[in-house]
């Protein structure tokens, strides 16, 4: 796997931007992807700082300040430490900071596989083409629906993923309207997951048979091993 030559990107200056550009940083870690067509590979985590919305069932509120200050070129330097394939860049919501582009593009010219999570409320067009987007559609339940970018969908290929966090039956029969009536299962994968302690796995699992749907349920497999532990 490479590890020096990145490409860089100049910036109306003329210095280089990438290496120099400074992101807000919560935490970087080293575990097992819990969701995803990826889940259960060994994953090192790039968790950035910051989020515009407030869904009411988030789990890493921690994210939403703080942090500290680091250069790509430093976060290239910890990631490498792991000496791991798989990076996520997460969040909070990661494409709420500018330099979060320059990141994925560092990480992509780095040689790592990279996959970006994303509540889809920030344009994705930036977002360089060999990232793995990992969409949210943000349910009724989460109280952020009206925060949905919906022409997103557009910028959406076989090699992304779709995602409804759900927390009950309500919010099920949004998505399923979703899905079909936007045909989003012939755009890229889609993932149906419940809210832990609000809608059962059971639960979601048996509605997805009974309606046949094209749709990957998932768990966060990473709280089932360690619980809702930050950093895990």
């Known amino acids: 796997m490479r590890r020096s030559g990145m490409a860089e990107h100049r910036d109306e200056t003329g210095q280089g931007a990438p290496a120099a550009t ?12 819990g969701e995803t067509s990826r889940a259960g590979l060994p994953t090192v ?4 700082t910051g989020c515009p919305l407030r869904c009411v069932w988030c789990d890493t509120a921690y994210a939403f300040q703080g942090g500290e200050s680091a250069s790509v070129s430093e976060i290239l330097g910890r990631v490498g430490a792991f ?17 979060c582009l320059d990141l994925l593009t560092a990480l992509c010219d780095a040689g790592y ?12 067009a930036g977002v360089d083409p060999r990232v793995s987007k990992v969409m949210d559609l943000k349910a009724p339940g989460s109280g952020e629906q009206g925060k949905n970018r ?30 079909e009536s936007r045909d989003l299962a012939s755009i890229c994968p889609v993932l149906f997951s419940p ?14 048979l009974d309606d046949r749907l094209p749709v990957r349920m998932q768990i966060q497999l990473h709280k089932v091993i360690w619980g809702n532990t930050p950093g895990r």
């Open 195 to 208: 809210v832990a302690d609000s809608l059962t796995p059971a639960d979601l699992a048996q509605w997805i």
């Open 150 to 179: 919906w022409d997103n969908i557009g910028l959406l290929d076989s090699r992304d993923e779709l995602k409804f966090v759900l927390a009950d039956r309500a919010d099920y029969e949004w998505a399923r309207e979703m899905l």
């Open 22 to 33: 400074r992101l807000r940083l919560t935490e970087i870690f080293f575990s097992l992807q």
């Open 113 to 124: 596989s990279v996959s970006l999570e994303t509540s889809g409320a920030i344009d994705l």
């Open 45 to 48: 985590f790039v968790r950035l």
């Open 83 to 99: 000496a791991a394939r798989q990076v996520c860049v997460t969040g909070g919501e990661p494409l709420a900071q500018r330099g």
